[in-house]
């Protein structure tokens, strides 16, 4: 039986930059904020990684604390009451974040959503938990993170009818 890698910080983001990143581009919609969020989640856990017990634990804790400094993000007085003179750079090839070729417009229409309803098709499509899963990570009933991910879904149908009739 293989001996389990020990948990180090450099380990953690080997295993788990991607998944963050990519959750913290979905939170965020644009890649300046999300480098930022990325950032300070792994510097969380530089100071926190000796309290976690196993891989598990770990993936757990940085989906947790992702979501936590994007809401810490939008609460901010800062952000919520400034209106920029520039767009912040968006996602330059989003093919590159998310990995589904060829379905562009899906991937732009979970960017359209409210970041509620994007987090919880973000975590159970792209990160594959479970609504359990996604109800212990938000602090949410598994009832509400059912009704988000099937109001998420009608909100991705409308997106996607008026994306495929505009564009046929």
Not at 36 to 54: A, T
């Amino acid at each position: 039986m293989p001996k389990e890698e020990r948990i180090t910080t450099q380990a953690a983001i080997d295993r788990y930059a991607d998944m963050v990143y990519r959750l913290a581009l979905s939170q965020m919609k644009n890649t300046t904020d999300a480098d930022d969020l990325f950032q300070e989640v792994f510097i969380r856990l530089v100071r926190h990684v000796q309290d976690l017990e196993s891989w598990e634990h770990v993936k757990a804790w940085l989906i947790r604390v992702t979501i936590n400094c994007a809401k810490k993000y939008y609460e901010q007085y800062w952000n919520r009451n400034v209106d920029y003179m520039e767009e912040p750079e968006r996602i330059a090839d989003e093919s590159e974040i998310f990995e589904l070729p060829g379905e562009h417009p899906v991937r732009a229409a979970v960017q359209k959503l409210p970041q509620k309803y994007g987090l919880v098709i973000h975590l159970f499509y792209f990160e594959e938990l479970s609504v359990a899963e996604i109800a212990q990570l938000t602090e949410q009933k598994e009832s509400t993170v059912k009704s988000q991910l099937h109001r998420a879904r009608q909100m991705l149908r409308d997106l996607l009818g008026e994306e495929w009739e505009n564009s046929g």
